[in-house]
């Protein structure tokens, strides 16, 4: 219960980023955070009063149970973070739809390679500018040569992608709550 996701907006109501109920509960009783539901804001004494619903996750406490936050709202932190993507295997299936560059298809994930357009045996770097997704076929037939020494050409010009905070977001939280999608889809 402690690990379940809680949606972090700043001052502004922009998203920020994903923390823990158990850091939720600790900004929400150290007065750093309001708790946010249907448009309201609740601080802590506040948010006790507030009824468990069907729908909801209730934390035991003391005097029974309070219902765990879903999003909290930062009253004093105004920043928008930068949103730094890091350069994994799933962030460029991501970025090129799970799709060969090459021929434009889209086999299984596990039937898709990262290729190298420089090959780095000619000094190709691991970057997003030098990196596509690529099926086993087109990665074979492409071998240690670039697309235009193989006579094939990229669907795409490989380029590092630009994600907002809330694009980050739901790809980093499998099932966001439904509490998020406002926020979400305004950020």
């Known amino acids: ?13 922009a998203p920020v980023s994903v923390a823990t109920v158990r850091r939720a509960v ?27 619903r069907s729908e909801d996750d209730g934390l035991p406490i003391v005097g029974g149970e309070v219902r765990v936050p879903r999003v909290l709202h930062l009253l004093r932190y105004d920043r928008a ?16 739809g799970f799709q060969c560059q090459y021929c434009g298809r889209s086999p299984t994930q596990r039937d898709l390679n ?4 420089v090959p780095r045996s000619r000094g190709g770097l691991d970057s997003w500018e030098n ?13 240690r040569r670039t697309p235009t020494e193989a006579g094939m050409a990229l669907l795409s010009v490989p380029h590092r992608p630009r994600w907002t905070t809330a694009t980050q977001i739901r790809l ?16």
């Not at 219960?1 to 109501?13: A, C, G, K, S, Y």
């Not at 150290?30 to 948010?47: I, K, L, N, P, R």
């Not at 990262?114 to 357009?117: E, G, K, L």
């Not at 980093?172 to 950020?187: D, K, M, S």
Request: glycine residues 4%; aromatic residues 8%.
């Open 114 to 117: 990262v290729d190298h357009v």
């Open 26 to 52: 600790v900004l929400l009783f150290s007065d750093a955070a309001h708790a946010v539901d249907s448009g309201e804001t609740y601080d802590f004494q506040s948010w006790l009063t507030q009824p468990v």
């Open 81 to 96: 973070p930068r949103v730094a993507v890091r350069l994994t295997r799933r962030n460029l299936m991501i970025r090129d």
């Open 1 to 13: 219960m402690l690990t379940l996701p809680v949606l972090l907006l700043n001052r502004h109501f």
């Open 131 to 143: 990196l596509v997704v690529s099926c086993r076929t087109c990665n074979l037939r492409k071998g």
């Open 172 to 187: 980093i939280t499998r099932e966001p709550f439904a509490e998020w999608h406002p926020f979400l889809q305004a950020g």
